[in-house]
């Protein structure tokens, strides 16, 4: 769980990056590409859109004006797409750790050998 400050139209705005939030903000995330991918489904995701977009702002603080809405959806949207490229980068950084060690001895073995 980490805090994160968004501004939106000259208003802070502070929401909890909970796993809830960033399931929430992913649910979202495959409405809005359902909704475009087929048009005619709109209607049908609508509703579901409405819902989550109203959960996601239930968790932030101060509560946001219909007019901050859509901004700061978006804003979240953008923090939680970062916070997991983050993790992916910090994930990827660990797993290619033993590859460098065993370049490393790889190296090493070629400097003595040319000794």
Known sequence: ???KEIEVNGTDFRVVLTDQIIGQ???LKSLYSAAYEDPESFEQVSAEISSTIN???D???PRA????LDGLIQEII???DNKAAQMEKELSAKEPSSGKKSSSKTRNKKSKTKK
């Open 1 to 3: 769980m980490s805090a």
């Open 25 to 27: 903000v992913n649910s």
């Open 55 to 57: 959960d996601i702002a």
């Open 59 to 61: 968790a932030v603080e």
């Open 65 to 68: 004006s219909d007019n901050d």
């Open 78 to 80: 953008k923090v939680v």
